[in-house]
């Protein structure tokens, strides 16, 4: 029941991305993995694959072209227009076993995460997830991939030496995204994969974007994170003001979205999500050991408490001792006056 | 409706330690607790047998000491507990375990929805959900944080992704795995956690459940963890401001210009 793939890796060639896009845009982290894609590729000599599914997405494909993809492979059916995990499992798998990559890519996104694993087991393949790191050995095409577990307590090399493809899912922003290169140009093949025979065992009746910051937390550069000193709803509208006046987004810790202040969706650490963006300020968090681990990654961590030796206040570069309904006001006043 | 919901032992946050021989999570003599997404897997459960009648029985994959796990389980109010245990499943990744309990739930027979909390906090892949269901050869929502209607055949459900939600209609039988948004665990009884000490903890071996030897453990797994090792530390220095509030912010607001930040 379960594809051979571990007798000749020599088939197995060039570095894929399965692409991610929303209302007709390729996401940021599908650029970031073509740029991480092409430098693998480089090395092993290789080209770069753009896989898009969708409904009528082959006018994406000179994105991918000038974010570094030689080839986009698009399939293009109305069945695949939204997310249905089996028909786009069923679609990849198949070109997979027609085209056989020696790398297949994809976002550690809500989407990448349910996608890959069932692809994964349908091509009996080594999957990795949640990558921050990839290396690889020039002469034999052996992925090196680093992943935090236990909360980024501990960091994991994981690779896949007999069996081809090797998949990754890689967390977005952490490999830096290519400057588009105008005129960049590529070949484009236009998959005719048909539909299953059998209809799928399940429907997307709605998709809803649901959310009160303009920026999702896992793209946003700028977080700000409240805790329980943000004291109630109020206290979090003055985050979301200050979040609109540098481009952030709000997001909160477990005590907040416990007391029923902020929505679940916007809950960082060990029971929520975890991000990883340029700058990370936290207003009355204390700093639990199972918020830290959503964040400590953090390029830049401010953390605003009127208690100095609360734990996020050691985790911090800047620690602010303070009211935060008294620093927040008057940051907001400096950046109005710059 | 006969559900099955995977329960996984995960060591207690503070306890990681690695195997230095195969470079896993070191799980012997460690405090070990339930992953706490399991919880609400296991309250949804309960809370769909409620409404519609059936059973629910936990699964776990893992060494005897995740009888423990099991039987808090039971205490909560499942019916059934099964341990799938055996030598065999030593060292296996996610695709071998997804398999393993893939086989499990076959041989349970019947089942019409399999539910899991959606990642494992000692791991943290997610990807055994969707691997079990691949191995099924069933349907799968991720990530689901409301179940809206519950048919015979079929549920409507929420699923959470990064811009908002999803509302999806799946046919049964199907995995789901499981947000913390989606309801409030139950608290045991004392009475309750006494019955569960005494309940039979089933234990099923691979050859029971007619797992394939060659796609267990470390052999039958595809990806190897060949290094181990802490993050790197986070080297800056912690610079204090405790001066008046808004000198402390025209510091910060400079600092976060100085990184073209704003």
């Known amino acids: ?138 002469d034999t095409g052996v992925l090196l991939q680093t992943r935090p577990a236990f909360g980024g307590n501990i960091l994991a090399t994981i690779q896949s030496v007999r069996h081809r493809p090797q998949m990754a899912t890689v967390r977005p922003r952490v490999m830096g995204e290519p400057q588009p290169e105008p ?57 979301h003001r200050f ?58 961590i401010i953390a605003v408490n009127r208690d100095r030796n609360a734990p996020i206040m050691q985790l911090a570069d800047y620690a602010v001792v303070g009211d935060l309904f008294e620093v927040l006001p008057a940051m907001v006043a400096a950046l109005r006056r710059l | 409706m006969r559900i099955v919901v995977c329960v996984k032992q995960v060591p207690a946050s503070s306890q990681v330690t690695i195997d230095p021989e195969t470079k896993r999570l070191k799980r012997e003599g460690v405090a070990a607790e339930m992953n706490p997404f399991d919880l609400y897997a296991l309250e949804e459960a309960l809370l769909l047998r409620e409404k519609l009648g059936g059973r629910v029985m936990a699964l776990s994959m893992g060494p005897k000491q995740a009888e423990a796990t099991l039987r808090e389980c039971l205490s909560m109010g499942a019916d059934e507990a099964v341990l799938l245990t055996d030598r065999a499943f030593a060292g296996s990744d996610t695709w071998a375990t997804s398999y393993a309990l893939a086989r499990a739930v076959e041989a349970l027979g019947d089942t019409d929805l399999v539910l899991c909390g959606k990642q494992a906090i000692d ?31 079929h549920l409507v459900v929420e699923r959470m992704n990064e811009e908002g939600f999803d509302v999806v209609e799946v046919r049964l039988p199907a995995v789901l795995t499981v947000v913390k948004d989606i309801n409030t665990p139950r608290v045991p009884t004392l009475r309750a956690c006494r019955a569960a000490r005494r309940a039979t903890v089933t234990t099923l071996t691979a050859q029971q459940v007619n797992a394939d030897p060659a796609n267990l453990g470390l052999g039958g797994s595809p990806t190897r963890v060949v290094k181990v090792g802490p993050p790197p530390a986070r080297r800056r220095k912690t610079l204090v401001l405790d001066g008046p509030s808004e000198s402390s912010a025209e510091r910060l607001v400079h600092e976060l210009r100085m990184h073209s930040i704003v």
């Open chain 1, 1 to 138: 029941m379960y594809t051979p793939n571990e007798s000749d890796r020599d088939p197995y060639r060039n570095v894929w991305v399965v692409a991610e896009h929303r209302d007709g845009a390729i996401q940021g982290v599908t650029f970031e993995l073509l740029g991480a894609a092409r430098r693998l590729a480089d090395v092993r000599c290789g080209e770069v694959w753009c896989a898009l599914l969708g409904d009528e997405v082959a006018g994406l494909a000179p994105d991918c072209f000038q974010r570094g993809a030689d080839v986009v492979l698009a399939v293009e059916r109305p069945d695949l227009a939204k997310f249905v995990d089996d028909l786009h499992a069923e679609a990849l798998a198949a070109l997979i076993e027609k085209y056989r990559p020696e790398i297949v890519l994809s976002g550690a996104t809500a989407r990448g995460r349910a996608l890959i694993p069932r692809v994964a087991v349908k091509t009996c393949s080594g999957l990795t997830a949640d990558c921050t790191g990839l290396q690889i050995d020039p």
């Open chain 1, 183 to 239: 005129g960049r140009t590529g070949r484009l093949i236009v998959e005719p994969l048909a539909p299953p025979n059998a209809a799928s065992p399940m429907r997307v009746l709605e998709e809803v974007t649901a959310r009160r910051n303009t920026v999702a937390l896992t793209n946003a550069d700028f977080i700000i994170a409240g805790g329980r000193g943000v004291r109630g709803p109020r206290g979090f509208d003055l985050l």
């Open chain 1, 243 to 300: 979040a609109s006046l540098v481009g952030g987004a709000v997001a909160a810790t477990r005590a907040a979205v416990d007391a029923g202040w902020v929505d679940y969706a916007f809950q960082i650490g060990q029971t929520g999500q975890t991000v990883q963006p340029q700058v990370y300020m936290a207003c009355g968090v204390s700093g639990q050991i199972q918020h830290l681990v959503g964040m400590q990654s953090s390029d830049l």
């Open chain 2, 123 to 153: 791991g943290d892949t997610a990807q055994v959900g969707p691997g079990l269901a691949a191995h099924l050869g069933w349907p799968q929502v991720t990530y689901v944080s409301d179940v809206r209607q519950t048919e015979a055949t």
